[in-house]
């Protein structure tokens, strides 16, 4: 019971968050969408990787201001400089353009 209660809790403090503003989910697809305008309209022809490089970037820097993103973007941000220097060419292969190949990012069920 206590289980049931906890995700009725979880459930309600997420629709009460939702209310007031717009879901980490939600707000990725609009800066994936302002991103995917601009490099259409600038024919800049961003890959999947470019973006996965910038938002890895990003979340580095940011680790400054939430100190809680540090020992996780540490971790991450190994690891994507571990592809680009030791799986490079895979990292080609897979680099889809943002502006042709790639659908946005699809909201989760909840």
Same mark, same amino acid.
Request: aromatic fraction near 10%.
């Given at each position: 019971?206590? &289980?049931?209660?906890?995700?009725?809790?979880?459930?309600?403090?997420?629709?009460?968050?939702?209310?007031?503003?717009?879901?980490?989910?939600?707000?990725?697809?609009?800066?994936? &969408?302002?991103?995917?305008?601009?490099?259409?309209?600038?024919?800049?022809?961003?890959?999947?990787?470019?973006?996965?490089?910038?938002?890895?970037?990003?979340?580095?820097?940011?680790?400054?201001?939430?100190?809680?993103?540090?020992?996780?973007?540490?971790?991450?941000?190994?690891?994507?400089?571990?592809?680009?220097?030791?799986?490079?060419?895979?990292?080609?292969?897979?680099?889809?353009?943002?502006?042709?190949?790639?659908?946005?990012?699809?909201?989760?069920?909840?």
């Amino acid at each position: 019971m206590a &289980e049931s209660d906890s995700e009725s809790e979880r459930i309600a403090r997420i629709a009460k968050i939702d209310a007031i503003t717009a879901s980490p989910e939600k707000r990725a697809l609009r800066v994936y &969408e302002c991103i995917k305008r601009d490099s259409d309209a600038n024919e800049q022809r961003l890959t999947n990787w470019d973006m996965i490089c910038f938002c890895t970037e990003y979340l580095a820097q940011q680790a400054a201001a939430f100190g809680w993103l540090t020992p996780l973007m540490k971790q991450l941000v190994g690891l994507i400089y571990y592809a680009h220097y030791y799986e490079g060419e895979e990292m080609q292969l897979y680099s889809i353009p943002v502006a042709t190949g790639a659908e946005a990012p699809k909201e989760s069920v909840q």
